[in-house]
Each structure stands twice: as structure tokens, then as C-alpha cells.
């Protein structure tokens, strides 16, 4: 089990465009693990991706099992080079990230998506992801196009400070 | 609104009928505010300061009021600004924004991070000439944020919705 450091802003990494993984080999799935094991490290945690622990990869995670706000939902899953082949209608909402601690910010997702990718064992995968989970697959996915939900945010006042106000 | 260092702020732009002027309000409004320790101050605004921005879509046909008339099309976007912490990070995006014709209608900003490494994050709305011309401030814009090293990220408001 390998519990990385997670990147957060201004980390070059994080505002860099990641590499295609391209064949899943064993590193591509050691990089799955270490994925699912940083995420898990954090109990709120329900998505990570690679530029998160340093590594310029297109490949994240998201488990959105058990939360309150999710109703698709296909368990923890990893997919390398994920590409969005459709969306429908969109939502505001608030969301937050590892990389970025101290705020949460309102960004417009789209509701519905499929999600395209490979899978852990080099399967091709094709996903229909709704509400909280496709929320977090845009979200993860911004982190690969180094993009992240403060480059989204629907507002200038779209940011809150997560620490009390003195 | 907000809370600074601890004090409630608030700002308002209000419409009133004709017959109610600047003392009309200061009688009803500044007995409430002292009752909750506050100060509060008015003052008009003319029309054409009042005037709201007109996007490219309100423009199109239809009946156009005096105020659309009054107010050249440009349209309505909003700014990401992040990376760490220096001076002139708002001096060179807002000096960019003006060079461009832009115009700053909200702004917010944070610092976030520990004291050695503190991030600022600055989010704008703004109002650009409309057009291929908004999309040539959005990149101005972008570039002067780059050669301070921080991250400028623009998007025009009607893209929030997918």
C-alpha cells in the first residue's frame, strides 16, 4: 500500500496538460493502486488523478460508493486516457479539492455523460455516469487537461474560504 | 455582502420611484442601521451608471430600450486567476483587462496556503467588447497573467451551462 503526497497549488503539475498512458502495463496498474490507496488515505475523498500525485498521466479514480449525493454509482474504478463522448443539461454546485485545501468553489457541470477510457485489466470501457459521480469524473478529468475547478468556477463570487470568517 | 475583519458589509444598488430621494431613504434606512450598530450611506446614481450591461443575445431583435440603446454590445465573462503570491498580480491583469477594453464589474479575492507559500486567487467578472474581440482581451488578458508565472484561466458566463 502506497499512500503518495497530494500536489497542491501552485504545482506546476497541476496546470500541465498530462501525457496518454497508452497500453495498461504493470506500472500503469501500480499507478492505479497508489491512486486508490492516496484516496482512500482521505475519507472524503471520492476521485483522484495522477498529476494530483505527481505524475503527468491521464488516469484518475472515483468511488463515489455510499455518499449522499450520488446516483449512479459503479464502485471504485480507474480509467486511463478517459474521453467524454457525450453530455446532457448541467447543474451548478459546490465542490472541492485535495490539491486545493482551503476553498470550495461553485462550478456547472453537466449532469449526464458518457465516459470512455481503459480499464485496469486494458478493457475498453464505456461508462453512463450521472450527478454526484459525473461530476466527479468531469472534475477528475480537468486535472488531466491541468485544469481545475478554480478555472471553472461560475462567478467571481463563486469562491468560499473553507476557514471560518474572523 | 460580507465580513470584513469582523464588521457586516453590504452594497446595494436600489431602484425607488421618482419622489424618493437620498433624505426620503436616510429616514427609514439609518434608524435601523444605528439600532444594529451600523453606519450606512446613500447616494444616486445616474441613469447611465445605473445602466445594466446588454449582451449580444439581448440586442437581437425586439423591442431595444433607451438604456440597450445607450450601452455598446459586449458580453459578460468570467476570469480565473491563480498561482503564488507576488505583487502586481492584480495591477498587470487589470491593466491588460483595460488595455483590452475590458471593464471589471466583480471581483474577489483570497489568499490560501501556508504564510511561506501563500496562493492568491483572484476571480473576475467582466465585461468585454463583444465578439472575436472578447475572445482577443481573454488571451491579452491570459498572457500578461503568464509572464508574472500565475495561471489565468477566462470563460464567457454563458459557457457555464454545458
Not at chain 1, 13 to 19: C, E, I, K, P, R
Not at chain 1, 60 to 82: I, N, Q
Not at chain 2, 54 to 75: F, I, K, L, N, Y
Not at chain 2, 128 to 145: C, N
Request: with cysteine; charged share 25%; net charge negative.
Amino acid at each position: 500500500m502506497t499512500v503518495r503526497p497530494v500536489l497542491v497549488l501552485p504545482h506546476q503539475v497541476l496546470s500541465t496538460v498530462a501525457a496518454p498512458v497508452g497500453c495498461v502495463d504493470d506500472r500503469a496498474r501500480a499507478l492505479a493502486e497508489d491512486l486508490f490507496d492516496t484516496m482512500r488515505a482521505s475519507p472524503a475523498c471520492v476521485g483522484l488523478a495522477a498529476p494530483q500525485i505527481g505524475l503527468s498521466l491521464r488516469a484518475f479514480v472515483v468511488d463515489v460508493t455510499g455518499h449522499r449525493k450520488a446516483r449512479s454509482c459503479h464502485g471504485p474504478f480507474v480509467l486511463f486516457d478517459p474521453v467524454i463522448t457525450a453530455r446532457e443539461e448541467s447543474e451548478i454546485a459546490r465542490e472541492g479539492c485535495m490539491s486545493v485545501p482551503d476553498l470550495t468553489g461553485d462550478v456547472a457541470r453537466a449532469k449526464y455523460l458518457t465516459v470512455t477510457g481503459t480499464g485496469v485489466d486494458g478493457e475498453q470501457l464505456a461508462l453512463e455516469v450521472d450527478a454526484f459521480e459525473a461530476r466527479a469524473v468531469q472534475h477528475e478529468l480537468d486535472h488531466l487537461d491541468g485544469l481545475l475547478f478554480l478555472d471553472r468556477v461560475a462567478g467571481s463570487h463563486a469562491l468560499f474560504e473553507r476557514k471560518v470568517y474572523r | 455582502m460580507t465580513i470584513l475583519r469582523g464588521h457586516f458589509a453590504i452594497l446595494l444598488v436600489v431602484a425607488a420611484p421618482p419622489q424618493v430621494d437620498r433624505e426620503a431613504l436616510e429616514r427609514v434606512l439609518v434608524p435601523v442601521a444605528e439600532a444594529f450598530d451600523l453606519t450606512v450611506a446613500i447616494r444616486p446614481l445616474s441613469d447611465e451608471a445605473a445602466g445594466t450591461v446588454v449582451t449580444d443575445r439581448e440586442q437581437a431583435p425586439g423591442p431595444s430600450s433607451r438604456a440597450q440603446e445607450s450601452v455598446e454590445a459586449r458580453e459578460a465573462w468570467t476570469i480565473a486567476v491563480h498561482g503564488a503570491d507576488r505583487p502586481g498580480i492584480v495591477h498587470a491583469v487589470t491593466s491588460a483587462l483595460a488595455e483590452a477594453q475590458g471593464n471589471v464589474v466583480d471581483l474577489a479575492t483570497h489568499m490560501v496556503g501556508e504564510p511561506d507559500s501563500a496562493v492568491y486567487v483572484m476571480t473576475l467578472r467582466v465585461t468585454l467588447p463583444a465578439g472575436k474581440a472578447a475572445e482577443a482581451a481573454a488571451r491579452h488578458v491570459g498572457e500578461a497573467a503568464s509572464e508574472l508565472g500565475v495561471r489565468c484561466t477566462t470563460h464567457r458566463d454563458e459557457a457555464d451551462l454545458l
